[in-house]
């Protein structure tokens, strides 16, 4: 798991491009930027994301994951009464914001003015109103409005809160957005259940840039709804996104920079083949520091911090590279150019893109340097750029990369995993056999392109070519069976096929090769949540994973998910929380801003109002 978290619904968690099952699995989900805003279950017609396999739901896959949290119960929702796509952009034609119940409704009663109830009075205001209303003469509609409020009793509740949400349809038409909250919210106080003012008073707040209050108007929209309203959905996504984003920006600036966990750092690495940096010292290198030798020798072993810097990362001694390759590079050392690579690699590992881009671009302006070093600081940033959702540039920089090292398996092996993010399928399977006829026996390259295949297949609901896919990963398997990507890959696409016996199966193996890979414990605990609905046995896999890595994030945002689907919305919080503190991106962290703020609001929808959506 280099670069990305294992979680599909989250394509560039890391410092660059995923190499593993954790990049390649992300096809089910286009990276926002390519796919023209972004989807939370990926583009039309792929596979479950992350969070569908744990939650078994079947949301709208053109609504954000921020929002999934929101709407993921629509298909267990007990409230009906969905509106679909439907406007609210007129006001209401009767009194009572619920169904019709043949009372204050209709035309005044009795044939003149002194004959009439003051209710009856109100109606005819309001109906008036609504005349003015649906010919354009807004003033006119909200002159009547408020003479129907003036003249409606206090008591009645109901047939109030019609006029005030009428009045606010009708400022909202002359967009005077603080006027349009003001009338919601007295229609909200006397019917706290009316749907119509509170989603009406939600479009206020947003035009208010009050983010946290239209959330909390639009969640309740939701709950109310059953989940079945796309406007209610799509907006309540629009806001998660914008505070997410809003949030992250200001954490992310501030955030003290974290070394991820051994197992992701030696993953990362090993998912380069043509890396200087990444091999164990040379024996030349070795050779000058075990020199007996005084003098120059020892000026070698005390002032080479590339050297050192090495030997640190094969101790797994990983905080102490940065400060190495420091004073090799302020040094102007003999490896000045491998310090600067590596200390950009560390600095992306930690979450810092922007104290790595200047060392990845010294290197790249280097022309006498090593031409693999060059073209591994090419991939690196064009990884880094995919991260911060620029595709353009990402491509630019791996296309330059293999320009300059033609011969470089690993630009054709991570390109391929771009091309893939990028919904562009072939040019990735080319790019998956260009990396396999350079390195034939790269295992990982010949699963993710079966993988790519299979998703290509897939999404094209082809079943030959899914059928064919299938053998291929058998065929993978076999032929590598020490391969735990293999076998994660492949129960992807068995848990798509709904062969989740077989799934189960490939992920027991990978934890036979990989036992310490966290991710794996996290993949295989959702499978249960899908396959068994068995949430004890899923929340034990989970804490296993976090057992393993307690810097795993996705382990504590997947135990967020199911938390939010029990009920328990503070645990959901807390597990939210905890990976916010362990993202390693600012994208990534605003995709858990998301998550976490859906959660919070939810709390403050149920002390408000008393609704709690329906839970596992």
């Keep these: 798991m280099p670069l990305a978290s294992a979680d599909p619904s989250r ?10 099952r954790a990049g390649i699995m992300a096809a089910s989900k286009p990276v926002e930027a390519a ?13 479950l994301p992350r969070w569908q396999l744990a939650l078994a739901v079947g949301a709208p896959l053109l609504l954000g994951a921020g929002a999934l949290y929101l709407w993921g119960r629509r298909r267990r929702a007990t409230r009906g009464g969905g509106k679909g796509a439907s406007e609210r952009k007129t006001p209401e034609g009767r009194a009572s914001p619920g169904p019709a119940d ?46 129907a409020i003036s003249l409606c009793p206090a008591e009645k509740n109901a047939d109030l809160s019609t006029f005030y949400q009428n009045r606010a349809a009708a400022y909202e038409q002359l967009q005077k957005w603080k006027e349009v909250a003001q009338d919601c919210t007295k229609a909200v106080e006397l019917n706290p259940k009316y749907v119509k003012a509170l989603f009406r008073r939600a479009k206020a707040h947003e035009k208010l840039d009050n983010k946290k209050e239209c959330l909390e108007d639009v969640t309740a929209v939701c709950i109310l709804e059953g989940f079945q309203n796309q406007q209610s959905m799509l907006l ?22 974290l070394m991820p966990s ?68 302020e040094a102007k050392g003999k490896y000045m150019a491998e310090a600067l690579l590596l200390r950009a690699t560390f600095y992306l590992l930690i979450g810092n893109a922007n104290a790595a881009k200047p060392d990845l671009n010294q290197v790249i302006d280097m022309d006498n340097a090593n031409v693999k070093l060059r073209a591994n600081a090419l991939i690196k940033r064009g990884s880094m750029y995919m991260q911060q959702q620029q595709p353009m540039l990402s491509t630019q920089d791996f ?48 699963a993710q392109k079966c993988f790519a295949l299979y998703r290509q297949a897939y999404t094209g609901n082809n079943a030959l070519q899914v059928q064919a896919a299938m053998k291929g990963f058998e065929d993978v398997i076999k032929k590598f069976p020490k391969c735990a990507e293999g ?19 490939m992920y027991d193996k990978c934890i036979d090769l990989e036992p310490d890979n966290a991710t794996t414990y996290v993949h295989k605990g959702l499978l249960q949540l899908q396959w068994k609905q068995d949430l004890d046995k899923g929340l034990e896999l989970i804490s296993k994973a976090i057992e393993i890595d307690n810097k795993c994030d996705f382990a504590y945002e997947t135990m967020g998910t199911i938390e939010v689907q029990r009920g328990n919305l503070d645990k959901a919080i807390e597990m939210f929380n905890k990976a916010i503190n362990l993202a390693k991106s600012e994208m990534e962290m605003a995709h858990l801003y998301s998550l976490c703020d859906a959660a919070y609001a939810q709390t403050e929808v149920a002390k408000k109002y008393g609704l709690k959506p329906p839970t596992l």
């Design 11 to 20: 394509s560039w968690a890391g410092s660059g491009l995923a190499a593993s």
């Design 35 to 47: 796919a023209g805003g972004g989807s939370a279950g990926g583009g039309q017609g792929s596979g």
């Design 102 to 147: 043949g009372s204050g409704g209709g035309q005044p009663d009795g044939p003149g003015g002194d004959e009439m109830s003051p209710l009856d009075r109100a109606q005819a205001a309001k109906n008036q109103g609504n005349k003015y209303f649906k010919a354009g003469k807004y003033e006119q509609a909200i002159l009547c409005y408020t003479e």
């Design 236 to 257: 309540a996504d629009k806001v998660l996104k914008l505070l997410g984003k809003e949030k992250a920006k200001e954490k992310y600036k501030n955030r003290e920079p």
């Design 262 to 329: 051994p197992q992701f750092i030696k993953s990362y690495f090993s998912s380069f083949t043509d890396d200087i940096i990444s091999q164990p010292l040379l024996r030349g290198e070795k050779s000058d520091e075990d020199k007996d030798k005084e003098g120059e020798a020892s000026v070698v072993k005390e002032n080479c911090g590339y050297l050192k810097a090495k030997k640190y990362m094969e101790e797994e001694n990983y905080d102490k590279i940065i400060s190495e390759c420091t004073k090799e590079i």
């Design 399 to 446: 296309n330059m990369a293999a320009d300059i090292d033609p011969q470089n398996a690993d630009v054709y092996h991570h390109r391929g995993q771009l091309k893939i993010l990028l919904d562009q399928v072939e040019e990735a399977v080319d790019d998956f056999d260009e990396c396999i006829r350079l390195r034939p026996d790269s295992a990982l390259a010949q």
């Design 487 to 505: 076998y994660a890959l492949y129960a992807q696409a068995l848990t798509d096929q709904q062969q989740f016996g077989k799934a189960d199966e």
